[in-house]
């Protein structure tokens, strides 16, 4: 007990040191004068480029990427706040602007103390070759150390780590470089300092780690920092049992998260007292805001943040790069001499693997609105995975007889079963609207209501919208979907809350019989001023989902101008093997384990019977 308080005591010392280290590299940073030719290069460098565009079109980039599951994607806006950040001219003192960021006070900015000495010497352009070639140096070194020391297939899961980063994205983008650095740095450490790395310094090991991830990143993919250095720590660490292996997963994760964290709340605390102003209460409210705890975000809404991250790995050829790995896998366990094996080190995989998880079920809020850079999050989770299969395959002298590959193969089938049964589990959001188009505006007065036809595509629709207008500060907006005249639900909106927009969204969760007809009827209650609803213009851009309006019995020359949301599995083919292929890998890494659980009840229950 008095080792782990002593522990704890140093821990909280390194991180002590590490805030005021942190403010006195920034505030000497700073101090460095501004080579204006290069700030202004740089920055007129990445203003021709956009916001948002794609590593592979950066001539013409669109804003429209921001949205979208490319995996190139970069962050223009993000890399322009810390080149602003990097070059800023500083009049009064230093320390002061070290702490302040101008906004962005809550983070640590640590990347101008390497950015600022560099853009004193080349722009922006030169620091993308060097970061081009810095990147490919460090994966080779990895590469090879990892063929030497545990063979070839070992060196192909890290370069596969790699591809699924996106090297074009990461040589390009300032922001996605500084969480590389920091895990290809400590899993080189690991691997050429192996038995420096021991279990005792490990814990403070992932301490700096944290500290460091804290002090340069702002919030992109930092899980990665902790996760691919322990992979590689324990890949090259042998003999222990299993109960180790976990031990090592948890005090390491442990550590790194108090030394990001502590780090984190370090800089509150110190640029609270320094810019006299509650950073704290900020920082907090960012915190309860990015994990999604200030809104209303249920527990579907979060595993959405884990499918929309996912979806970036649809890109073909990150399809195809899973789609062989799981082809080798298979081939190698009904392969004469070799077969798949449960390892010690499996539970130790498989948390790590399940940490990706959490990470975007607690940061449902970030993740969801920055899956463009945080979908890099699940490559700890596959390259986990990768590495406890690749352990899994070893040599069989005898070979696999006939039956056991029998055997194998039904298990590969049943496999295949589960992982298409969870790929039709999966549910996308398809829209439909007619908006955007002239409209013609029809007054909803008091004791009429409007009429129509709603023949829904999909069973369930979770959100409604329709354009609305109106100066009335008091009353209200029905809106019913009724059947055969009986209502089967219904919105009500308050006139006084109707938007500047004039289009108004509704979250629903409306459950439909396939080919049947509904009615989407509404009238006002209570107003004191005119109600209009808008309709399209002679059935400009048609719903399919809508039929004819009528208000009082007569006909209108158009269509409700409205959108609505379905909530449906994927309707395109690839996606849906896409994800089979994803089910089918985890399954795999999982069915190790539930065997080694079957087996054991198994001779437990054997073993009793024996004895009776």
């Given at each position: ?554 006909i209108i020359s158009g269509q409700l101008t409205s959108g609505v949301v379905y909530s449906y599995r994927p309707l395109s083919k690839r ?38």
């Amino acid at each position: 007990m008095k080792t782990a308080w002593k522990r704890l005591g140093i821990m909280l010392g390194m991180i002590v040191v590490g805030v005021f280290l942190g403010a006195l590299l920034i505030t000497l940073a700073y101090c460095i004068p501004v080579n204006q030719k290069n700030a202004q290069s740089s920055m007129t460098s990445l203003n021709n480029e956009d916001w948002y565009p794609s590593a592979t079109q950066l001539s013409s980039s669109l804003d429209t990427y921001f949205h979208s599951y490319l995996p190139g994607v970069l962050d223009g806006g993000t890399d322009g706040l810390m080149l602003d950040r990097a070059t800023k001219e500083i009049q009064g003192n230093p320390l002061y602007e070290a702490m302040d960021m101008e906004g962005y006070t809550y983070y640590w900015h640590g990347y101008v103390v390497i950015l600022r000495i560099l853009l004193f010497f080349i722009d922006y352009e030169q620091f993308r070759f060097l970061n081009c070639a810095l990147q490919l140096l460090m994966v080779f070194l990895l590469a090879h150390f990892l063929w030497e020391k545990k063979g070839q297939r070992y060196a192909m899961v890290m370069l596969s780590a790699y591809i699924l980063l996106m090297p074009m994205a990461m040589s390009l983008s300032l922001q996605f470089s500084w969480v590389f650095y920091i895990t290809m740095i400590a899993s080189l450490l690991i691997c050429y300092c192996n038995s420096w790395c021991s279990e005792q310094r490990i814990p403070y090991i992932f301490l700096g780690i944290g500290i460091l991830t804290s002090f340069i990143d702002l919030l992109t993919y930092p899980l990665y920092t902790w996760a691919f250095p322990l992979l590689i720590f324990l890949l090259l660490k042998n003999g222990e049992k299993a109960g180790q292996y976990v031990k090592t997963v948890i005090s390491s994760g442990f550590s790194w998260i108090l030394g990001y964290a502590g780090m984190w709340f370090g800089k509150w605390v110190l640029a609270g007292w320094v810019v006299k102003r509650n950073v704290m209460q900020e920082a907090w409210e960012e915190v309860l805001f990015r994990s999604g705890s200030t809104e209303t975000m249920n527990i579907f809404t979060r595993l959405s943040a884990l499918y929309q991250n996912w979806k970036h790995y649809e890109y073909p050829l990150y399809m195809a790069l899973l789609f062989l790995w799981l082809l080798w896998f298979i081939y190698k366990s009904l392969k004469k001499g070799t077969q798949m094996q449960r390892n010690e080190k499996n539970d130790a995989y498989l948390l790590i693997t399940a940490s990706a998880f959490v990470w975007y079920f607690v940061l449902a809020n970030h993740t969801l609105g920055h899956h463009f850079f945080t979908y890099r999050i699940w490559g700890i989770a596959i390259s986990s995975v990768l590495f406890l299969l690749c352990e899994s395959i070893v040599p069989q002298e005898e070979g696999v007889s006939k039956r056991s590959r029998l055997c194998l193969v039904i298990q590969w089938g049943i496999l295949l079963i589960l992982s298409v049964g969870m790929t039709l589990t999966a549910r996308e959001d398809i829209d439909v609207l007619n908006g955007g188009v002239e409209y013609q505006e029809v007054e909803l007065e008091e004791g009429s209501q409007v009429e129509e036809e709603f023949i829904p595509t999909y069973p369930t629709v979770k959100q409604f919208s329709m354009g609305i207008r109106t100066d009335s500060k008091i009353g209200h907006c029905i809106i019913e979907v009724q059947n055969d005249g009986k209502t089967l639900y219904e919105l009500e909106l308050e006139l006084a809350q109707v938007s500047d927009s004039c289009y108004e969204t509704f979250p629903v969760n409306w459950k439909f019989k396939k080919g049947k007809n509904y009615e989407i009827v509404i009238y006002a209650e209570g107003n004191e001023t005119p109600v209009y609803l808008r309709f399209t213009k002679d059935n400009v851009n048609p719903m399919m989902e809508l039929g004819t309006a009528e208000i009082n019995g007569e006909i209108i020359s158009g269509q409700l101008t409205s959108g609505v949301v379905y909530s449906y599995r994927p309707l395109s083919k690839r996606t849906l093997i896409f994800l089979t292929i994803s089910w089918l890998g985890l399954f795999a890494a999982l069915s190790l384990e539930v065997k080694q659980i079957v087996m054991r009840v198994f001779y437990r229950l054997k073993g009793k019977s024996g004895s009776v």
